[in-house]
């Protein structure tokens, strides 16, 4: 017994000794849930301030002499904003590197990451995932993929992937492709990929680049597609190329199954704030030619000229930039094309007539010339200022359209060329006796291929003196006008019919026109008289700064202005100026003796909102804040012409008519729900309208608006204006916000004299989570046009 009871007590010794000897680490043990281990990596990572990873499991199996560290059941790993979650995971103490199994879950760099297995390096946060899905924010893109690799930066590569930017498991859109990566600028480039629709392939590709980013970046743009009677299926297939930081290029290459291969190119650049160009050239081989007026399109016949040439382009760019400094600035304006046709045809799509325009206007605020007309005008200035006096310096090269491909004759192109025209003025500044003057000088030389070119020089100086008084404001002006000319070829081309005032055409005898130096001095005196009365109504007790009252507001006061004005100008009538030369309608100075005389009521309204703004100790404080409007203006213009009243020739065929049309102009734009804008001239003679110009607006935030609008323009006949033909066209626009997705809009126009549409087009917009898309059908005189057009990233 004592035998036994002393083995006993030896083995317990044994174990006793045994076990205290032994590390514990050797032992698994359970840790409190959520308790927190940190583990410092041997080699420093790159960013100081992310020197540590936060480790947490529900498991920690390990011992100081292991080279890892194996974790078990919600694994975290968490470094500032990065977090990696998983199932299991083995630590690496001497490399930083991690192995994660099991519900793979990462937020690194704002990026959203999901597999099965993966690794990490914790130093500079690459690895690699299997089974994985990637969702990058920045450039919203899905990728799913059976092997997702991490580069430095935020930067992945991958391999038999599926790529969208749509939700879900069965995208509207995705690619799929054996290989692909995405570079640090958020660029997508896909290998040997196919496009799907709802997971359903529908054309392949070798490569492939999607954008991701809203940064520049290389890669092909969104295909327009369209159909017209005019043009047949239209597909244009833009490649846009980053060159640098300061220049760009399009490449577009524009198909049409009835005209052929169009290609485009356009080139921008801003080398700094004060430079930026843009410029575009597109150039085809028409299938189409009219080498008479029959086998013109139906719209283009009667105009006398024909299209044979087949080979047709456009030149067309603007450019703002400075000279030798900043002060002395540049602009150029070049716009030449092939035929008189060809922006009549090439009207829509990215490289069309509508998207240059829009394009010249939104980037430089300089516009074109209008599709129909014949001239087509390339400009160059250079211009600086100082305080007082300025410089131009202009040429001007108008490309007649009339005389090109065989219309015209040869050698009678009498088009005016202005080669170069030099100005230099003085602003309108003080002079004493409580004068003020200005002073502008001009020099021209105008170059014809057929006709007179010749030297012009025009100087005008002008005086004003001020009379201001508490009622009255009348300021008195005399202006002196002397032109000096001087041919340099001399030609008679017979009778020459240009532009009137008043819509008529003049008859210029160029034989009558002397050749040698002229000269022409005139002066035209007047003055200006305004006053201003003014009321002001209260509406309503002003709001107290009440952070209760916070978001609310309401007119206070309403002023309303009466400001009556008379102006009056007198031109002596010249004779002789039929012995001058004639380049513009500056060589032909009619007589004028005119009083015109106005009346403008203008409403202003005054509005007070309450609103919080941030207090000394960031306690939000109340305060009223006011804003202005003028939301309503009515204005009533009309002339009176003493030569008209003293006229005594062609009584027989007309008879005087002194006073003008009373013009009536209403602006409402109270800024809430509609925006009214109408001009209506009525004839006191004829007692009825002659023209009017109206478009209104009613509008409303999230739900659309309706636009309406009417030109009519009357025929007239009458010594001071003609009028060959009636104008009566309506328009009517509108947009629905059918909800957050749908927005369905519609165009009309009709014209009432001929009795005829201009225009009838429907359009659908789609704008859903990952892709817009949009359908537009318009019937015009002479072309039926049907659009497609979509954007797969939209983010």
Not at 296 to 320: A, C, F, I, M
Not at 352 to 359: A, N, P, V, Y
Not at 686 to 705: A, N, P
Not at 759 to 768: K, P, V
Request: net charge negative; charged share 25%.
């Amino acid at each position: 017994m004592r035998r036994k009871f002393t083995r006993i007590s030896l083995a317990a010794l044994a174990v006793l000794v045994l076990t205290l000897c032994l590390p514990w680490t050797l032992i698994g043990k359970q840790p409190e849930l959520n308790r927190v281990r940190k583990y410092v990596p041997d080699t420093p990572v790159q960013a100081p301030d992310q020197d540590e990873w936060t480790f947490s499991a529900d498991r920690v199996v390990g011992d100081h002499t292991s080279e890892y560290v194996e974790a078990f059941g919600n694994v975290s790993l968490s470094l500032g904003e990065d977090q990696l979650r998983a199932d299991f995971a083995r630590y690496y103490r001497n490399t930083g590197w991690v192995f994660l199994k099991g519900d793979i879950r990462a937020h690194w760099g704002g990026d959203f990451l999901q597999a099965d297995e993966g690794e990490f390096d914790l130093n500079n946060m690459t690895g690699w995932l299997k089974n994985g899905k990637l969702f990058m924010a920045k450039p919203h893109i899905y990728v799913e993929a059976e092997r997702v690799g991490k580069a430095v930066g935020d930067s992945y590569t991958f391999k038999n992937a599926k790529v969208t930017s749509c939700s879900g498991d069965r995208p509207a859109w995705s690619v799929t492709s054996e290989e692909g990566d995405v570079n640090l600028d958020g660029r997508i480039q896909l290998y040997r990929s196919a496009f799907r629709v709802k997971n359903v392939p529908v054309f392949f590709w070798p490569y492939m680049a999607l954008p991701g980013r809203r940064e520049r970046q290389s890669g092909f743009l969104m295909p327009y597609v369209s159909s017209s009677e005019k043009l047949g299926f239209q597909l244009n297939m833009p490649y846009y190329w980053v060159i640098d930081d300061e220049m760009d290029a399009t490449f577009y290459q524009n198909y049409m199954s009835r005209r052929g291969y169009m290609q485009g190119v356009q080139f921008r650049h801003t080398e700094d704030a004060s430079t930026k160009g843009l410029w575009q050239v597109d150039i085809m081989n028409d299938q189409r030619r009219a080498t008479s007026e029959y086998d013109e399109w139906k719209g283009y016949q009667g105009d006398g000229l024909t299209r044979p040439n087949s080979d047709r382009w456009w030149v067309r760019s603007k450019y703002d930039g400075w000279l030798g400094s900043p002060r002395w600035q540049v602009k150029l304006d070049l716009d030449v094309v092939s035929d008189q046709n060809y922006l009549r045809d090439f009207q829509h799509g990215p490289t069309g007539f509508e998207r240059s325009r829009e394009e010249f206007l939104d980037e430089f605020g300089r516009d074109i010339e209008n599709k129909d007309s014949l001239h087509r005008l390339s400009k160059a200035y250079v211009s600086r200022s100082w305080d007082r006096f300025g410089v131009v310096g202009f040429a001007q090269y108008d490309e007649n359209l009339a005389f090109m491909n065989g219309n015209g004759r040869d050698g009678e192109n009498d088009t005016v060329q202005t080669l170069p025209e030099l100005n230099a003025f003085a602003f309108q500044q003080s002079l004493p006796g409580g004068l003020e003057g200005a002073f502008d000088a001009k020099y021209d030389y105008f170059y014809r291929e057929y006709g007179n070119s010749g030297h012009r020089f025009e100087a005008k100086p002008e005086l004003k003196l001020p009379l201001k008084s508490d009622y009255l404001t009348v300021i008195p002006s005399l202006a002196l006008d002397h032109t000096s000319y001087s041919l340099t070829s001399h030609e008679d081309t017979g009778n020459m019919s240009v532009s009137a005032p008043g819509g008529k055409t003049a008859i210029i005898d160029t034989s009558k026109i002397e050749d040698g130096y002229q000269n022409r001095t005139t002066w035209t005196g007047g003055f200006s008289a305004f006053s201003e009365m003014t009321r002001t109504f209260s509406l309503a007790d002003l709001p107290k700064a009440d952070p209760g009252l916070a978001g609310t507001s309401s007119w206070t006061r309403l002023k309303h202005s009466i400001q009556p004005r008379v102006d009056y100008t007198y031109t002596p009538n010249l004779t002789g100026q039929e012995k001058l030369p004639y380049f513009d309608t500056d060589d032909r100075l009619a007589g004028s003796n005119k009083v015109t005389y106005s009346l403008t009521n203008v409403l202003d309204r005054r509005r007070d909102s309450v609103i919080l703004s941030p207090g000394s100790d960031d306690e939000p404080v109340a305060l009223v804040a006011r804003d202005y409007l003028d939301f309503l203006m009515f204005r009533l213009e009309q002339s009176y012409d003493y030569n008209e009243a003293n006229r005594m020739d062609e009584l027989n065929l007309y008879k005087r008519r002194p006073f003008s049309d009373v013009m009536a102009e209403l602006k409402v734009k109270p800024a809430t729900f509609v925006d009214l804008l109408t001009r209506n001239w009525f004839s006191p003679y004829r007692g009825d309208m002659t023209q009017s110009e109206t478009s209104i607006r009613f509008f409303k935030d999230g739900l659309g608006e309706i636009t309406l609008g009417y030109d009519f323009v009357k025929s007239l006949d009458e010594y001071l204006r003609t009028q060959d033909d009636d104008m009566s066209i309506i328009r009517v626009g509108g947009k629905w916000h059918i909800n957050d997705t749908f927005t369905l809009s519609a165009m009309y126009r009709h014209d009432f004299m001929d009795e005829q549409d201009l225009e009838r087009t429907l359009r659908l917009d789609w704008a859903a989570e990952c892709y817009t898309l949009y359908f537009s059908y318009s019937q015009k005189p002479g072309d039926n046009r049907f659009e497609v057009g979509f954007d797969l990233l939209n983010f």
